[in-house]
């Protein structure tokens, strides 16, 4: 009821103000019509109310929310692990192998000579043998065991056991002296894998980083729209209340029906800069929830948004040089790209090993039982075990195994061609460095910039909002025009939205300029040293 007075007092002040000169009456039947036309005209026109539930929302929230469910950051996760089981896969080559046969031959002779024992010889085989394999990781080395066992029963007349128990244990010991004894690819594959794994956890961090400056700028984006949505929709109240003013001025007399429609195509063009502002503000919503929600599933991406946290304007000190010393320390893609650098430097490790000669030195050392029935006596396996573990029969190898290429070696060409893309790595790192610097230069630039915008902002908007209240004023005594009164109002309008982006712009530049100085919004490309060419492969991300 207050309102309602209020806003009658003045429509009824309003309309002693706008009394033709000339003095004619007008009915108190005819103001009382006028009155309640403009108390029914005069706010803005409703709204389709949204039916979604509104949930208030904090930036801290919005970012814990982006840690906890983000997808991209969720994705990234995973990748370290990925790493883990390419490791495992890889340490594999070093767990032992065990292998085993087991045979039964059977076989008549042919009485091709009088040493096979007789005109029809029979020999029954059986075998059973165990071997184990393993590469060690140390030097390249590798390691082999045997366990043979055969029975044999013979029609053979020369046979001193008959049947006969064989066993013989082998040990054979495999060292590279020169390539592979320093690295190899399993080494160097191994090495490169843990570096990545390194570089997935720095891209995950990149991730982070990158996303809650997405998270704020959008939160920031978001409370923009809210703000000019605002502005449109206020700045609509006061072309319609000037429609209105002017049809009860048309009604007294003192105002041509002209001016009527120039304010209503005004106003109309105003409603629709506040549908436009309203579809903003609904993008704004879906750019942020993409960011801070897990899926459609999630509560808040069916609810409405409503920022509680708005930019401000407060002092904010830039040190640019101890900002881009900063990024080059601590920037994210700058850590990969020396990492892919690490990663490059075992490659040629592997590369300059391989152009050497293969010099191996094999050993070999053997024990050997047997067992079995002759003329005098019977033994059995177990005691061809025991003639095993005594020594008795021992067989030992010592040999040296080289090999070298005569001529240029495919691990020749290999080097080369690493050599050039090492070089290449080392320019774009450099090149790296100057890009982390300029954008974080560019970034500062524009967040002292965006002060200096903020604060002229502001100032225009001052000065319209007291030119719309002068020209408000001097049209009320017949001073001014509706064409100056309308130029006005959107001036004003148009600074209110300018100091809000300007201000949006100065918040959003300093979340950049912060989020420039440890993660890029894009990753470097380094070229990664190959080592196909000499047997291995360089597993890089």
């Not at 700045?235 to 048309?250: C, P, Q, Y």
């Not at 391989?354 to 006596?377: C, F, H, K, N, W």
Request: hydrophobic fraction near 40%; charged fraction near 20%.
């Amino acid at each position: 009821m207050i309102n309602v007075c209020k806003r009658g007092c003045a429509v009824a002040a309003f309309l002693m103000s706008a009394l033709p000169v000339s003095g004619q009456p007008v009915t108190d039947a005819r103001v009382n019509e006028l009155m309640q036309a403009a108390m029914a005209q005069n706010a803005v026109s409703a709204q389709p109310a949204d039916e979604r539930p509104s949930v208030d929302l904090r930036l801290d929230e919005a970012v814990a929310r982006a840690l906890e469910r983000n997808l991209d950051i969720q994705v990234e996760r995973l990748n370290p692990q990925t790493f883990d089981f390419a490791q495992a896969l890889q340490r594999a080559a070093y767990v032992p192998t065990v292998s085993s046969t087991i045979g039964q031959n059977n076989a008549v002779l042919l009485p091709t000579s009088q040493l096979i024992g007789g005109t029809r010889v029979q020999n029954d085989v059986t075998t059973a043998n165990v071997a184990a394999s393993q590469a060690l990781p140390w030097y390249g080395s590798s390691l082999n065991l045997a366990w043979n066992n055969r029975k044999q029963d013979s029609t053979s007349t020369f046979n001193t056991f008959n049947p006969q128990y064989n066993t013989t244990l082998t040990a054979t010991v495999t060292q590279p002296l020169l390539r592979g004894f320093k690295i190899d690819g399993t080494r160097q594959q191994l090495l490169v894998t843990q570096i990545n794994r390194d570089v997935s956890e720095l891209q995950l961090q990149a991730t982070i980083t990158t996303t809650l400056a997405q998270v704020r700028n959008a939160y920031y984006d978001l409370t923009y729209t809210v703000a000019a949505a605002r502005v449109a929709r206020q700045s609509l109240t006061l072309a319609e209340k000037l429609v209105e003013d002017n049809k009860i001025r048309v009604e007294v007399g003192t105002l041509a029906p002209i001016d009527v429609v120039q304010a209503e195509a005004e106003a109309a063009t105003r409603r629709q800069t506040l549908v436009q502002a309203e579809s903003n503000h609904r993008t704004a919503e879906l750019a942020l929830k993409r960011l801070i929600v897990g899926g459609t599933d999630d509560a808040l991406w069916a609810s409405a948004l409503n920022p509680v946290d708005l930019p401000v304007f407060a002092p904010y000190s830039v040190d640019l040089l101890g900002a881009v010393r900063k990024a080059l320390d601590e920037r994210y893609d700058l850590k990969q790209a020396r990492k892919t650098l690490e990663s490059n430097d075992i490659a040629m490790r592997l590369l300059r090993n391989q152009r050497l000669p293969s010099l191996d030195l094999v050993g070999t050392y053997t024990l050997q039982g047997i067992a079995g029935t002759t003329r005098t006596e019977t033994t059995t396996f177990p005691d061809a075990l025991s003639a095993l573990g005594k020594r008795d029969y021992p067989t030992w190898n010592l040999q040296v195994q080289v090999s070298y290429p005569i001529g240029t070696s495919a691990a020749d060409a290999a080097l080369g061609r690493a050599k050039v893309q090492s070089a290449q790595a080392v320019a774009q790192i450099r090149s790296v460095e100057l890009q982390i610097a300029t954008e974080v230069t560019n970034l500062a630039l524009q967040v002292q910039s965006n002060v200096k915008r903020v604060e002229a902002t502001r100032a225009a908007r001052e000065l319209a909002q007291r030119r719309l209240e002068a020209e408000q004023s001097k049209f009320e005594v017949g001073m001014s025009t509706n064409f100056f009164v309308v130029q006005a109002q959107r001036d004003l309008a148009d600074a209110q939205n300018t100091e809000l982006r300007a201000l949006l712009d100065y918040t959003k530049s300093i979340v950049d300029f912060e989020r420039a100085q440890q993660a890029g919004v894009s990753r470097s490309t380094i070229t990664t040293v190959t080592t196909a060419g000499a047997g291995g492969a360089t597993v890089t991300r």
